[in-house]
């Protein structure tokens, strides 16, 4: 399993799943078909509450990024499910608003803050590239 | 007060006022020096709980942001109380490592992030100029 929860950390455990299947589905670890353990499963493996893995999947199906069937479990959505729509943008624009705000007060310029978007996307590019060298 | 809330927001009273007091600083709409009213004051500007402004006024001065002075009342800090230091990249590249997994996911590159984030900065510089010209 990919996820490694941080009970320390202030992010709610439900956050932190959403946003590892999430981060996994950018590296393709996760594509279109693939099956995520069922609530029950993934609340044994984690040791977790199942309310909170109902939460993160809930989250992930609002967010388009999987389906929940009854018999066949947790599917990864096709990419056209959750594909950049207005609505995303405004989210992804108020949310960049912030971050940036804050690294703008704390002395940063523009082409630090970029560096680090490039450096991560080239991140996920190598992760993706070096699991297909491995088959 | 240049705050405004949304009560319907999925984020919490006292992230919202934090935020807003990290936007108003990036704008440049509050300097060094510049008092914020006090709990009480702003509590009841906005009309919610002496708590909730408590929270936000503690992340601000935990942060660096202000400080709260017992007489005085609360105050901005100057600029390098809260310059960028290994531990603010540190967490600025896990919320853009989060927030950039999603965008690509949902098929944004890299320019079109860059392009995001440049307009803001755009935005908070224009903003600065404006007030200077009023002056």
Do not use: W
Request: neutral net charge; aromatic residues 6%.
């Amino acid at each position: 399993m990919f996820l490694t929860l941080d009970l320390n950390s202030e992010i709610p455990i439900y956050t932190q799943i959403r946003n590892q299947v999430v981060m996994a589905i950018a590296k393709q670890e996760l594509k279109e078909g693939d099956f995520l353990p069922s609530v029950r499963q993934m609340a044994a493996d984690l040791g977790v509450n199942l309310h909170t893995i109902n939460k993160a999947y809930n989250i992930l199906k609002q967010e388009g990024f999987l389906t929940v069937h009854r018999r066949k479990g947790v599917v990864i959505n096709p990419t056209d499910k959750y594909k950049a729509e207005k609505e995303y943008y405004k989210n992804l624009k108020e949310q960049l608003e912030i971050i940036t705000s804050e690294a703008v007060c704390r002395g940063l310029n523009s082409e630090e803050i970029n560096k680090i978007i490039v450096d991560i996307i080239k991140d996920l590019n190598n992760n993706e590239r070096g699991r297909e060298n491995e088959c």
